[in-house]
């Protein structure tokens, strides 16, 4: 009997851990502006889909959460990594284009001399004709 008591008080021992693991992911990903889907706080936890729905208490704390973030503007992580990633192209594209613009000068500077070298030589050989 001692045997089955023990088990029972690991098994809730353990489901309470669970519970606080939940909760606690559900609370910092509110605090966070992310939003929350079970995926998610499979993800994150190692919780499976069904526990988030069973478990009473978790429950009331998730649909007071997704209650609390209608409405609002909220990030996900795959939405911040997309940004990121935006972010470092814009980065890598200005350099591109400030490259590009040096070589536009470079270019036009060249273009600039071969006119005036062509001309100083038109100009000597209309003085030779003379």
Not at 3 to 15: G, H, I, P
Not at 27 to 32: H, P, Q
Not at 102 to 110: A, D, G, Q
């Amino acid at each position: 009997m001692t045997n089955y008591t023990n088990m029972l008080r690991m098994n809730e021992k353990v489901c309470e851990e669970k519970r606080i693991l939940a909760i606690d992911t559900i609370r910092r990903m509110v605090r966070d502006n992310e939003q929350i889907t079970i995926c998610e706080l499979t993800k994150q936890t190692g919780l499976s889909r069904s526990f988030f729905y069973k478990n009473a208490v978790v429950n009331m704390e998730l649909n007071a959460a997704l209650k609390a973030q209608q409405g609002k503007i909220l990030s996900s992580k795959r939405d911040k990594k997309l940004n990121e990633a935006l972010k470092e192209t814009v980065k890598l594209q200005k350099v591109e284009i400030e490259k590009l613009r040096m070589e536009k000068s470079r270019l036009t500077f060249e273009i600039k001399r071969l006119k005036n070298e062509q001309q100083n030589d038109l100009d000597y050989s209309l003085i030779e004709k003379l």
